[in-house]
Nanobody, 124 residues
Framework: QVQLEESGGGLVQAGGSMRLSCARS????????MAWFRQAPGKEREFVGS????????TYAESVKGRFTISRDNTRNTVALQMNSLKPADTGVYFC?????????????????WGQGTQVTVSS
């Protein structure tokens, strides 16, 4: 079993920055892809970014490219999401997830473990 716990959410003004962290427990699927998704009120969950085990393979949603950076520390079993130049449209609950394989993917169906989420609110 894998458990995930997100932290670092809160309220920030537009143009500001925020860093989210996700701590995973459990030794299974250690080399699998990890990702961040988000869900705004009344909308479906959407992909934000994913990163492979080595940290050298990753992919981002077009809406966050150039503003968000995903990273992972395999020695500490954590994955982080650095968010810069935040916009009100970035508001939502952010979830981290562990993939079914080692390949990066933007599809939610490719992820099998999910955290409870952390709220990010960007005010205008």
């Amino acid at each position: 079993q894998v458990q995930l716990e997100e932290s670092g959410g809160g309220l920030v003004q537009a143009g500001g920055s925020m860093r989210l962290s996700c701590a995973r427990s459990g030794r299974t699927l250690e080399r699998n892809t990890m990702a961040w998704f988000r869900q705004a009120p009344g909308k479906e969950r959407e992909f934000v970014g994913s990163i492979g085990w080595s940290g050298t393979t990753y992919t981002y949603a077009e809406s966050v490219k150039g503003r968000f950076t995903i990273s992972r520390d395999n020695t500490r079993n954590t994955v982080a999401l650095q968010m810069n130049s935040l916009k009100p449209a970035d508001t939502g609950v952010y979830f981290c997830a562990v993939g079914r394989s080692m390949g990066v993917s933007s599809r939610a169906s490719e992820y099998m473990y999910w955290g409870q989420g952390t709220q990010v609110t960007v005010s205008s």
